[in-house]
Nanobody
Framework: QVQLVESGGGLVQPGGSLRRSCAASGSIAEINTMRWYRQAPGEQRELVAYIGRGGSIDYADSVKGRFTISRDNAKNTVYLQMTSLAPEDTAVYYC???????????????WGQGTQVSVSS
């Protein structure tokens, strides 16, 4: 089994910062790409950022310069540092991780439980 556990959401004032984390555990042989998505009420799910196993990174235009994705391979954890938060960043944030389980040969995308991030004064 594989489990993703997210932490770090909550309520923050405009201009504030939050750090999200997502830790994978279980029968993991290898982790490839790690991603953060978000979904605001009434909106489609949006890819916020991703980081490849080799460190390649990209961001949605809406968060470039404000959000930073990083990973700690020793801890099987991906982070999302969010700064200069604005009300339009309010959404449920999800991590996804492409994992190859022990004794298997293919990668499967696992999803975290999602955590609300609310930006409001």
């Amino acid at each position: 089994q594989v489990q993703l556990v997210e932490s770090g959401g909550g309520l923050v004032q405009p201009g504030g910062s939050l750090r999200r984390s997502c830790a994978a555990s279980g029968s993991i042989a290898e982790i490839n790409t790690m991603r953060w998505y978000r979904q605001a009420p009434g909106e489609q799910r949006e890819l916020v950022a991703y980081i490849g196993r080799g460190g390649s990174i990209d961001y949605a235009d809406s968060v470039k310069g404000r959000f930073t994705i990083s990973r700690d391979n020793a801890k099987n954890t991906v982070y999302l540092q969010m700064t200069s938060l604005a009300p339009e960043d309010t959404a449920v944030y999800y991590c996804t991780v492409d994992i190859r389980r022990l004794l298997t040969s293919t990668y499967v995308s696992y999803w975290g439980q999602g955590t609300q991030v609310s930006v409001s004064s």
